[in-house]
C-alpha cells in the first residue's frame, strides 16, 4: 500500500472545512480592508486612509449611539450577572426541590423564543406602561436587555459552581465562619472565573442586540447597532466599515478574554 | 422537644425558602421583561386595531382570520391571503435551507475540527468562536458587500471575463439564504463538534475491521453517534432562521419579506398591532413545534440507551 490507511479520515471533508473558514473571515477581512480607504467606496481602493476613522469618531450620532450601547450594557451586564450569580446559587448543589426544573424553564426562556416575539411583546408592555407613568428613559431598554442577558450570565457561573463541592464550605462553617463570611471568602474567590466569564458573555449580548432594541427604544435612543442598521438601510459609506472595524476590535478583545478566563483550571 | 427529625426538615425547608429568595431577581425580571408581555401579545391578537395604532378594547377574531385569510371589501368573502402565505412559505423555506446548508457545510468542519490534535483543536474551536460571538448585524453587512454588483465577487468575475454583466444577488433570496447561512453556521458547528469530541474512534477502527467502507463508517457509525449534536445544532439554526429580522431587511431589501418583516410592518405603518400580535404568537407556534420535535428526539435517544 503506497498511503497509509487513515482511520480518521473522510474524503472531501477537509476541503469543506476549509472552504468553511476561510468563508467565515473573507468577508470580515474585506470589511475591514475597506475602513482604511482613501475613496469614498467600499468597492475600489483608493490608497490607505484613517479619515473614516476620524469622520466616524467626530460624528456627534455615533457618539452619542456609543455612548448610550455602553451604558445599557454596563448596567445592564451587572445587573444580569448579580441576578445570574445569585440564581446560580439557588439552583445548584442541591437536591431536587419543588420548583428546580420551572427555575431552569424560567431562565432559559429567553433563549427559546424568537427576539421578535419579545421585541413585540415588550413594545406592546411598555407603550402601556408609558402611556400610564409618563417614564420614557432609557429604563426600558435597561430591563430588556438585563433580562435577555441572565440566561447568558447564567451558564457558566452554573457550570463553574457545578465543578465545586461543598466541602470547602463546610469547613468554614466548622471553623466557625458565619454564612456570609463563608460565602464572601470562600464561595466567592471560587466562583470569580464563573461570574467574570458570565459578565463579559452578557456584556457582549447587550452590545450586540438589534432586534429587541430596535423595538423598544423610544425617539432618540439609537444605539450602535441600530444607528449602524438605519444607515446601512439609506446607502452604505466607508464610515460604517469604521465603526465595525472599531466594533469588532473590541469583540475579538472581550472574546479572547472569555476563552482564556473560562477555560483557566483552578 | 422538637426531635431530631423535625429539626432537620425544618432545616430543609428554610434552605428551599432561601433559595427561592436568591432566585427571585432572576425570576423576577424575566418574568416581567419577557415572559409576562407574552401573555399581552395573546391578549392584543383577539382585540381590534386602533385608529393610530394600538387597540381597541373590543374582541374581534379578525386579526386571527388575517394572518392567512383577506376578506373582499364589498361583498366580506373569505380568500386565502396571497401575500401572507408566500411569506410563511419564504419563511420556513428558507430556514429548512438555511438549516440543511448549514448541515452540509458544519458537519464536515466539526469533523475536521474533532480529528485536530488535542492542542490546536483549541485553537480551531477559537476560529469558530469569534465569528459567533461577532455582531450579527456587522457580519451580515459583511456579506452585503461580498455580494452587492459593486462588490467582491462580481468584480473578481468579471474582470476574469466570466460574466459580462454583474449577477444580482443582492435583494434576492439567495441573498437571505447566504446571509443566514454565513450569520449561523457557528451556531450549528459548535454543537456538532461537541458531540464528535466525545467520538470513540475504536469504533471506527472496529468498522473499518469488519470490511466498512469510508461511507458505511460515516453514516452507521459516526452520524447515529453525534445525531444529539446534530439535532440540537438544527434547533439553534432553525429558531432563529424563522424569527430572522435582520439579515432579511439588509440583504432582502423591501420586497423580500419574511415573517418578522411582516410583523414589524404592522407596528409600523401597517398600525394593526392585533394581526402584527397573531403573527408573532404564529411564529412562537412554530418554534415551539421544531422545540417539541427536538424533546421527543433527545427523549428517545436517552431511553435507548438506558
Given at each position: 500500500m503506497a498511503k497509509s490507511f487513515s482511520i480518521r479520515h473522510q474524503p472531501g471533508f477537509t476541503t469543506i472545512a476549509a472552504v468553511c473558514f476561510v468563508?467565515?473571515?473573507?468577508?470580515?477581512?474585506?470589511?475591514?480592508?475597506?475602513?482604511?480607504?482613501?475613496?469614498?467606496?467600499?468597492?475600489?481602493?483608493?490608497?490607505?486612509?484613517?479619515?473614516?476613522?476620524?469622520?466616524?469618531?467626530?460624528?456627534?450620532?455615533?457618539?452619542?449611539?456609543?455612548?448610550?450601547?455602553?451604558?445599557?450594557?454596563?448596567?445592564?451586564?451587572?445587573?444580569?450577572?448579580?441576578?445570574?450569580?445569585?440564581?446560580?446559587?439557588?439552583?445548584?448543589?442541591?437536591?431536587?426541590?419543588?420548583?428546580?426544573?420551572?427555575?431552569?424553564?424560567?431562565?432559559?426562556?429567553?433563549?427559546?423564543?424568537?427576539?421578535?416575539?419579545?421585541?413585540?411583546?415588550?413594545?406592546?408592555?411598555?407603550?402601556?406602561?408609558?402611556?400610564?407613568?409618563?417614564?420614557?428613559?432609557?429604563?426600558?431598554?435597561?430591563?430588556?436587555?438585563?433580562?435577555?442577558?441572565?440566561?447568558?450570565?447564567?451558564?457558566?457561573?452554573?457550570?463553574?459552581?457545578?465543578?465545586?463541592?461543598?466541602?470547602?464550605?463546610?469547613?468554614?462553617?466548622?471553623?466557625?465562619?458565619?454564612?456570609?463570611?463563608?460565602?464572601?471568602?470562600?464561595?466567592?474567590?471560587?466562583?470569580?472565573?464563573?461570574?467574570?466569564?458570565?459578565?463579559?458573555?452578557?456584556?457582549?449580548?447587550?452590545?450586540?442586540?438589534?432586534?429587541?432594541?430596535?423595538?423598544?427604544?423610544?425617539?432618540?435612543?439609537?444605539?450602535?447597532?441600530?444607528?449602524?442598521?438605519?444607515?446601512?438601510?439609506?446607502?452604505?459609506?466607508?464610515?460604517?466599515?469604521?465603526?465595525?472595524?472599531?466594533?469588532?476590535?473590541?469583540?475579538?478583545?472581550?472574546?479572547?478574554?472569555?476563552?482564556?478566563?473560562?477555560?483557566?483550571?483552578? | 422537644?422538637?426531635?431530631?427529625?423535625?429539626?432537620?426538615?425544618?432545616?430543609?425547608?428554610?434552605?428551599?425558602?432561601?433559595?427561592?429568595?436568591?432566585?427571585?431577581?432572576?425570576?423576577?425580571?424575566?418574568?416581567?421583561?419577557?415572559?409576562?408581555?407574552?401573555?399581552?401579545?395573546?391578549?392584543?391578537?383577539?382585540?381590534?386595531?386602533?385608529?393610530?395604532?394600538?387597540?381597541?378594547?373590543?374582541?374581534?377574531?379578525?386579526?386571527?382570520?388575517?394572518?392567512?385569510?383577506?376578506?373582499?371589501?364589498?361583498?366580506?368573502?373569505?380568500?386565502?391571503?396571497?401575500?401572507?402565505?408566500?411569506?410563511?412559505?419564504?419563511?420556513?423555506?428558507?430556514?429548512?435551507?438555511?438549516?440543511?446548508?448549514?448541515?452540509?457545510?458544519?458537519f464536515p468542519t466539526a469533523y475536521f475540527m474533532a480529528t485536530r490534535s488535542e492542542k490546536t483543536r483549541?485553537?480551531w474551536?477559537?476560529?469558530?468562536?469569534?465569528?459567533?460571538?461577532?455582531?450579527?448585524?456587522?457580519?451580515?453587512?459583511?456579506?452585503?458587500?461580498?455580494?452587492?454588483?459593486?462588490?467582491?465577487?462580481?468584480?473578481?468575475?468579471?474582470?476574469?471575463?466570466?460574466?459580462?454583466?454583474?449577477?444580482?444577488?443582492?435583494?434576492?433570496?439567495?441573498?437571505?439564504?447566504?446571509?443566514?447561512?454565513?450569520?449561523?453556521?457557528?451556531?450549528?458547528?459548535?454543537?456538532?463538534?461537541?458531540?464528535m469530541?466525545?467520538l470513540d474512534f475504536r469504533l471506527v477502527e472496529a468498522g473499518y475491521d469488519l470490511y466498512a467502507s469510508r461511507w458505511q463508517v460515516l453514516r452507521r457509525i459516526i452520524f447515529?453517534?453525534?445525531?444529539?449534536?446534530?439535532?440540537?445544532?438544527?434547533?439553534?439554526?432553525?429558531?432563529?432562521?424563522?424569527?430572522?429580522?435582520?439579515?432579511?431587511?439588509?440583504?432582502?431589501?423591501?420586497?423580500?419579506?419574511?415573517?418578522?418583516?411582516?410583523?414589524?410592518?404592522?407596528?409600523?405603518?401597517?398600525?394593526?398591532?392585533?394581526?402584527?400580535?397573531?403573527?408573532?404568537?404564529?411564529?412562537?407556534?412554530?418554534?415551539?413545534?421544531?422545540?417539541?420535535?427536538?424533546?421527543?428526539?433527545?427523549?428517545?435517544?436517552?431511553?435507548?440507551?438506558?
Amino acid at each position: 500500500m503506497a498511503k497509509s490507511f487513515s482511520i480518521r479520515h473522510q474524503p472531501g471533508f477537509t476541503t469543506i472545512a476549509a472552504v468553511c473558514f476561510v468563508a467565515l473571515y473573507m468577508p470580515i477581512i474585506v470589511l475591514v480592508v475597506y475602513a482604511f480607504n482613501e475613496a469614498p467606496s467600499t468597492s475600489e481602493w483608493g490608497g490607505f486612509s484613517l479619515k473614516w476613522f476620524q469622520s466616524a469618531s467626530q460624528n456627534a450620532q455615533v457618539i452619542d449611539a456609543t455612548l448610550r450601547s455602553f451604558q445599557i450594557a454596563a448596567i445592564a451586564a451587572t445587573l444580569a450577572t448579580i441576578a445570574a450569580t445569585m440564581a446560580a446559587l439557588a439552583t445548584t448543589r442541591t437536591p431536587p426541590y419543588p420548583g428546580l426544573t420551572f427555575k431552569y424553564a424560567m431562565i432559559n426562556q429567553p433563549l427559546m423564543v424568537p427576539e421578535i416575539v419579545t421585541g413585540v411583546a415588550l413594545l406592546i408592555f411598555f407603550s402601556r406602561i408609558k402611556i400610564f407613568t409618563g417614564y420614557s428613559g432609557l429604563g426600558y431598554l435597561i430591563a430588556a436587555h438585563t433580562a435577555f442577558c441572565i440566561p447568558f450570565a447564567y451558564l457558566p457561573i452554573r457550570a463553574r459552581l457545578e465543578n465545586m463541592d461543598l466541602s470547602l464550605e463546610r469547613a468554614a462553617a466548622d471553623l466557625y465562619a458565619t454564612p456570609w463570611q463563608a460565602f464572601r471568602r470562600v464561595t466567592l474567590p471560587l466562583l470569580w472565573p464563573g461570574i467574570l466569564a458570565g459578565l463579559m458573555l452578557a456584556f457582549v449580548i447587550s452590545l450586540d442586540d438589534v432586534v429587541i432594541t430596535e423595538f423598544v427604544k423610544s425617539g432618540g435612543q439609537d444605539t450602535l447597532p441600530t444607528y449602524m442598521l438605519g444607515q446601512i438601510r439609506r446607502g452604505i459609506t466607508p464610515e460604517i466599515n469604521a465603526i465595525s472595524t472599531a466594533f469588532l476590535l473590541l469583540s475579538v478583545v472581550i472574546v479572547t478574554l472569555f476563552f482564556f478566563v473560562s477555560r483557566k483550571r483552578d | 422537644m422538637a426531635t431530631a427529625e423535625e429539626i432537620a426538615k425544618a432545616a430543609d425547608r428554610r434552605d428551599v425558602r432561601n433559595r427561592w429568595y436568591l432566585s427571585a431577581p432572576a425570576l423576577l425580571t424575566i418574568f416581567f421583561a419577557a415572559v409576562g408581555p407574552l401573555a399581552i401579545v395573546l391578549v392584543y391578537s383577539f382585540l381590534t386595531p386602533g385608529s393610530y395604532g394600538d387597540v381597541k378594547w373590543q374582541f374581534s377574531p379578525e386579526a386571527w382570520v388575517s394572518v392567512l385569510f383577506e376578506r373582499d371589501i364589498f361583498d366580506d368573502t373569505l380568500s386565502l391571503a396571497g401575500a401572507h402565505i408566500s411569506i410563511f412559505w419564504r419563511s420556513v423555506k428558507l430556514a429548512i435551507i438555511t438549516t440543511l446548508i448549514t448541515l452540509a457545510l458544519g458537519f464536515p468542519t466539526a469533523y475536521f475540527m474533532a480529528t485536530r490534535s488535542e492542542k490546536t483543536r483549541d485553537l480551531w474551536l477559537f476560529l469558530i468562536t469569534i465569528p459567533f460571538w461577532t455582531n450579527l448585524l456587522i457580519r451580515t453587512f459583511a456579506v452585503l458587500q461580498i455580494i452587492r454588483n459593486e462588490g467582491i465577487v462580481n468584480t473578481v468575475l468579471m474582470k476574469l471575463g466570466i460574466i459580462s454583466a454583474p449577477i444580482q444577488i443582492l435583494y434576492t433570496d439567495v441573498a437571505i439564504l447566504i446571509g443566514m447561512a454565513y450569520v449561523y453556521l457557528p451556531l450549528m458547528v459548535l454543537p456538532v463538534y461537541a458531540s464528535m469530541e466525545k467520538l470513540d474512534f475504536r469504533l471506527v477502527e472496529a468498522g473499518y475491521d469488519l470490511y466498512a467502507s469510508r461511507w458505511q463508517v460515516l453514516r452507521r457509525i459516526i452520524f447515529p453517534l453525534v445525531k444529539p449534536g446534530v439535532i440540537a445544532g438544527s434547533i439553534l439554526v432553525f429558531i432563529p432562521a424563522i424569527g430572522a429580522y435582520v439579515t432579511p431587511s439588509v440583504l432582502g431589501g423591501g420586497k423580500n419579506m419574511m415573517l418578522s418583516n411582516l410583523i414589524e410592518l404592522q407596528f409600523g405603518q401597517g398600525r394593526n398591532w392585533p394581526l402584527g400580535s397573531a403573527l408573532s404568537i404564529t411564529v412562537m407556534l412554530i418554534v415551539m413545534v421544531a422545540l417539541l420535535v427536538y424533546v421527543r428526539n433527545a427523549g428517545s435517544k436517552e431511553m435507548r440507551h438506558g
